[in-house]
């Protein structure tokens, strides 16, 4: 069974920083691209950042360009996002994706590319 799940969530101050992990089991981990979604109240789930299947390639929204940082572990099955420099727009519930059979080179950021989901993991960024 395909299982991701989200962990490193909470509340932090703005400008601090925040990990948040993602850990697969269940399938060939090394062969799917990874994303990181946020869904903030009111609005509509939207990437945040994208792993390609070796860790060779990434791709960042432009609002967390220089803050965010995406790594994978392929060997652990992880993925990881490094958040700095927080800001209360980062506010949401953030969950990992993965798109299974990802071609070496595919950067998927439509919501529709990805095959699995994990339940979200919270992060609230206060004044």
């Known amino acids: 069974q395909v299982q991701l799940a989200e962990s490193g969530g909470g509340l932090v101050q703005a400008g601090d920083s925040l990990r948040l992990s993602c850990a697969a089991s269940g399938w060939k981990f090394s062969r799917s691209a990874i994303g990181w979604f946020r869904q903030a109240p009111g609005k509509e789930r939207e990437i945040v950042a994208a792993?390609?299947?070796?860790?060779?390639?990434?791709y960042y929204v432009d609002s967390v360009k220089g803050r965010f940082t995406i790594s994978r572990d392929n060997t652990k099955k992880m993925v990881d996002l490094q958040m700095n420099s927080l800001k209360l727009e980062d506010t949401a519930v953030y969950y990992c994706?993965?798109?299974?059979?990802?071609?070496?080179?595919?950067?998927?950021?439509?919501?529709?590319?990805?095959?699995?989901w994990g339940q979200g993991t919270q992060v609230t960024v206060s004044s």
């Open positions: 792993i390609g299947r070796n860790g060779g390639n990434t």
């Open positions: 994706a993965a798109d299974e059979n990802a071609i070496l080179t595919s950067l998927p950021i439509r919501q529709s590319d990805y095959d699995y």
